[in-house]
Structures are given as structure tokens and as C-alpha cells.
């Protein structure tokens, strides 16, 4: 921490270390032989007091110190929101997950601060040994954490809490070496040039904020997209040793003995050569750890502006798989027990006009072009990458029977959320809600009682509204809450559950490898209307699909309604309540 220094009264005697007056021949006393730079003399390496000569200027030392403080902090926040993004995508989306790295990286942090002043009479040297370290931590953090949650995640039993473990070692271990920076780079700047506790604090502050706002706009908008999560960590790291290792051995070298100079040039230079070393075999290792993840089949492996989006199978007989940010979105083995089990109990009525929000896939919109009399299909979708990969992937395209090629079908890309703010009352008969799973944060939006309020505004007379809600057995709070919050927004309810899942999950809010990850054996659905219960059943006009019955889906709704959590409140925007 900062020992912050009352500010020196005019005409005072006081001297920077705390003693009662300045002695003939002290550093402090403006006629002592030698003394250059009067009774304003900074700190040094041999204790208060002593002078610090520069290679350049004070001004444009201080100007340098400063310098290097904004590019740590932007380092620093980087690596702090690389950690927050790695736990979202690597083991679920969760606002548990992401408040336990922060809160763990700001503790960390204080009992940085407050280990870092056994070391202000070696500042220089202990901030360059500090940033290398973190420079090494930081720009590694994610490649390590990839390498164990892909090759060890399916260990079980000791090891199966291993990648939560080690976020959690380095969110402890970025905390205290970003915490020891401030005080050090206060003492260093403090032997430069003097000046009272609270105006180089104000400096300090500014450089550290206004770094830390550039590292928290480069990570989403240039890194993550430009760079991707690996690389993107080990320039960081670059950027933190080269800064780091510059600032102490170009301007305060003086203030090392020659063993120090060496010791921390070539902990510098090593530190460079692993994160280079690591910069070149990234793309080797991302292939090897989706391998180990997906098997050796992935065909397709790309970052759109929202998410990666990853095809593996589809050719030589073996069934294709869609995973969203490494969740299994469709397993072409059971998808089609999963989309007609979504789409034909809401059609049976009128279906004309027909809204499926979400099923980027063209899955969904499949099985509503299959009924006659629909005459128009809007599709709103936030990631127009999967759209055009469901469009011109050869294997995609013909699962989903080339639905988007058909020119009764319109794609908006857009938020759900904010599109159905401003659409058109009364327009559809029948809305689709093919959306991700209410247990990952980006999703709770779109299973709030405020979205569905403005589902139920775009129905019209008679219309059905039928919700995804992620599997009963394995998450049945999850589902209830969801038929809760239907109803709080004025709409009738049935639920229905459709059994006999293969391996691996659809939507769900965990990541992990498919075969080995916990499996949700069902999938659960709602059925909502606005002016009468509705009844799942078939349409006797339309389509006979080869996975449902009327007998069916009449077991499906008693097999649903066993499993029911009465008296959960509804979730909304201001209280989410998926995953309590």
C-alpha cells in the first residue's frame, strides 16, 4: 500500500523521512556541501534522502514513470478480463464464476499492496522483477488454462475440479503481482522528484485509470476480435516484460548493481522468448486441444462478431455437431427429436405468419416450412455467422433442407429482445423461441417476464407462443421458473418433456467435452397462449413427423407435469432467477 505522506507546510523543517529537522550534512539540509538539488532531495537506493541520477531530465523522467504506469494498468485489466471471458467460455456462463475472479483478483490485489512495501528500498529492482513475472503469468494464463481444461477436463473424480482451480491460482496470483505495481512505481517516482503524498498520488491515479480504460476498450474491440484469446494474452505479456524491463533498466539502472542489471535482463529475455515461442505454436496448440476436445473431425472452426462457432462430422457417414462456444448447440444423431418436438405442437391452428427467434441453424425454420399455408417466416437472429454458415456449409445446408434459400423466409440480425421492442403488434400466429439456454448470462434476458410481455404483444388473435427451456430432469427449477414466468407475463401454459437424448447436450449452460460432460437426458418445452391453455398435439393437416404422436405428446405432458417445483417467482430483468 501507499504510505501516504502529510504534505510539507511552507518554512517546514520536516525531512522526507520523518525526522524533526534537517543535520548539518544531511542530504536534507540546503547547505550541505555537495547537495544539488537543496532541501527537495529524493529518496534513493541507499535509503531516505539520497539522490537517484537519471539519464534524462526529472521532468521527462516523471513523464516516463507515468508512461509506464498507463501501459501496466492497460496490461493489467487485460489479463483481468482475459481471466472474467475464460471463465465464462470454458466453464459456463455464470455470474458466480465471474464475481469469484474478480473478487479474488481485488483481495489479491490488496495483499499485494501491502507485501510490496518490504520492498520500497529496492523498488527498481523489485518492479522489474514484478512485471516480468506478471508478464509471464498474465501472457500465459490462457494457454494454460485451455491446455487443462481440454486434455484433463474428462479425468474426473480429484482432477474434475481442476480447470476451476487453476482460474481461481491465477486470478490469486495476477491479483498480488498487479497490486505490488502502484506502491513501487509511488516510491520510484517519489525519487525522481519529491512532491507532496497527495499529488503524486492524483498522478498515479490518472495514468492507472486512464490505462486501464484503453486495456478495457482493446480487449473486446481489438484483441479478442483482431487476436483471439491466446494470442492476444501473450502480446499483452510482450507488451508488460518490454515496458516493464525498460523502464527500470533505462532509467533507473543506477539504482541496481551490476549482478541486478544482469539477473533482470535475462529474466526479461527469457520471459520474451517463451511468450514468443508461445505466439508461434498457438495455432498448432488450438488445433491439438480441439482435437482433444472434439475428436479429430472438426471441419470448421470459426470466431464470428458474437461467438466461435465449430462443425465437426457431416461427411463420411458420421452425424454433424454444431457446438456455440464449445456447448453442443445440434447433435445430428437426436436434433431432429429436439426441432419437432419445438415447432409441430404449436402449429395446429393458423401458422401463416409464423416468428422464430433465435435457430440460426435453419433447423427450426425446417420444420415450419414443412406445414402448408405458411407464407412468411421471420427469422431474427444475432449472429449472422452462423446464418451464412448454415447457408453454404454443404453438410449444414442440407441438414436443415436449404430452409434459408426458400423465399418465403426472411433474416433480421438483431437482439431479440430489442427487435421485438418495435415490432409490429398482432403479426404472428405462431412464435418460436429456438434461443440459448437461461442459465448463460448473455440468455437470461430473453427468459425475463419483461421479453415475454413483448412476445405476447406480437401474437395475434388465437396465436402460440412455444419456449425451449433446457432439460427437466437435470435442472427442473430452471424449467418452472421459466412456465412461472409465462405466466406472470399473462400467457397460459402446458409443459411438455420429450425423452430419450443421446450423449452430449443441446443449448445447456455448461461447457465441456460432450461425451464426458454432464448430460442432460430430455429436453423441456413450453407452450404458451394468451387467451386460452393451450394443448400440445399435431396438426391433422399438417406434416406427420417421425418422432411424435398424439399419444406422445400426451405423455410427454404428464411426464412433465410430475417433475413440477410449485410456488418459484417468476424472473425478470432487475432479478434473474435461473440457476439459483
Known amino acids: 500500500m501507499i504510505d501516504r505522506q502529510a504534505p510539507v507546510p511552507p518554512g517546514s523543517t520536516q525531512t522526507w523521512d520523518g525526522s524533526d529537522g534537517p543535520r548539518k550534512g544531511d542530504p536534507g539540509d540546503a547547505d550541505a556541501p555537495g547537495d544539488a538539488d537543496g532541501p527537495d532531495a529524493p529518496d534513493g537506493p541507499d535509503g531516505p534522502g539520497s539522490t537517484v541520477p537519471l539519464p534524462v531530465r526529472q521532468g521527462t523522467g516523471r513523464w516516463l514513470v507515468l508512461a509506464g504506469v498507463f501501459v501496466c494498468a492497460a496490461c493489467g485489466l487485460v489479463y483481468e478480463l482475459e481471466l472474467v471471458a475464460l471463465a465464462a467460455y470454458l466453464m459456463g456462463d455464470s455470474v458466480a464464476q465471474t464475481s469469484v475472479v474478480l473478487s479474488v483478483m481485488v483481495f489479491a490485489m490488496g495483499i499485494g499492496s501491502l507485501a510490496a512495501k518490504r520492498l520500497r528500498r529496492h523498488a527498481a529492482a523489485g ?65 525522481i522528484r519529491r512532491q507532496d503524498a497527495g499529488g503524486a498520488v492524483a498522478d498515479l491515479s490518472a495514468a492507472d485509470y486512464v490505462g486501464a480504460l484503453v486495456g478495457g476498450l482493446a480487449f473486446p474491440f481489438l484483441l479478442l476480435p483482431v487476436l483471439g484469446q491466446l494470442t492476444g494474452a501473450l502480446i499483452t505479456g510482450a507488451v508488460n516484460a518490454v515496458v516493464g524491463g525498460a523502464l527500470v533498466l533505462g532509467l533507473f539502472r543506477h539504482d541496481l548493481t551490476p549482478r541486478a542489471r544482469r539477473l533482470l535482463l535475462t529474466a526479461n529475455v527469457c520471459v520474451l522468448v517463451v511468450l514468443a515461442s508461445a505466439a508461434v505454436l498457438v495455432d498448432d496448440f488450438e488445433r491439438a486441444a480441439r482435437h482433444a476436445l472434439y475428436g479429430p473431425d472438426v471441419r470448421v472452426a470459426v470466431h464470428t462478431d458474437v461467438q466461435e462457432v465449430l462443425l465437426t462430422g457431416g461427411r463420411g457417414g458420421r452425424p454433424l455437431n454444431l457446438f456455440l462456444d464449445g456447448r453442443l448447440k445440434v447433435s445430428g444423431s437426436d436434433e431432429l427429436r429436439y426441432h419437432e418436438a419445438l415447432v409441430h405442437p404449436a402449429m395446429p391452428g393458423r401458422h401463416a405468419r409464423v416468428l422464430v427467434l433465435g435457430g440460426g441453424d435453419g433447423l427450426a ?206 424472473s425478470t430483468l432487475i432479478h434473474p432467477r435461473y440457476g439459483d
Not at 171 to 187: K, N
Open 127 to 191: 518492479f522489474g522483477a514484478i512485471e516480468a513475472a506478471l508478464a509471464l503469468v498474465g501472457g500465459c494464463s490462457a494457454m494454460a488454462l485451455y491446455a487443462v481444461f481440454a486434455w484433463t477436463g474428462d479425468w474426473g473424480g480429484m482432477w474434475a475440479s481442476g480447470p476451476r482451480c487453476l482460474l481461481v491460482a491465477f486470478s490469486l496470483a495476477t491479483g498480488l503481482l498487479i497490486g505490488a505495481e502502484v506502491p513501487l512505481l509511488m516510491e520510484l517516482i517519489q525519487r
Open 365 to 570: 425454420v425446417r420444420e415450419v416450412l414443412r406445414h402448408p399455408g405458411v407464407r412468411r417466416v421471420d427469422v431474427v437472429e444475432l449472429d449472422a455467422g452462423v446464418v451464412r454458415l448454415a447457408r453454404t456449409d454443404p453438410a449444414l445446408s442440407r441438414l436443415n433442407a436449404h430452409s434459408f434459400d426458400d423465399p418465403r423466409v426472411h433474416v433480421t440480425t438483431a437482439d431479440a429482445f430489442d427487435w421485438l421492442r418495435t415490432a409490429p403488434a398482432g403479426a404472428y400466429d405462431v412464435v418460436v423461441a429456438d434461443l440459448p439456454h437461461p442459465g448463460i448470462t448473455a440468455s437470461t434476458k430473453l427468459y425475463a417476464q419483461e421479453f415475454y410481455g413483448l412476445a405476447r404483444q406480437v401474437l395475434g388473435p388465437g396465436g402460440r407462443l412455444v419456449v425451449h427451456g433446457g432439460a427437466v430432469a437435470s435442472r427442473p427449477r430452471d424449467f418452472w421458473t421459466l412456465d412461472a414466468t409465462l405466466r406472470a407475463a399473462g400467457l397460459r401454459t402446458t409443459a411438455y418433456r420429450v425423452g430419450g437424448r443421446q450423449a452430449g447436450y443441446a443449448a445447456g449452460p455448461d461447457r465441456g467435452p460432450a461425451d464426458t460432460a454432464r448430460a442432460h437426458r430430455d429436453w423441456g418445452f413450453v407452450l404458451a397462449a394468451d387467451r386460452h391453455t393451450p394443448r400440445p398435439r399435431l396438426d391433422p393437416a399438417g406434416p406427420r413427423p417421425r418422432t411424435l404422436t398424439d399419444a406422445s405428446l400426451a405423455a410427454d405432458v404428464r411426464a412433465a407435469q410430475r417433475t413440477r417445483v410449485p410456488g418459484l417467482p417468476p
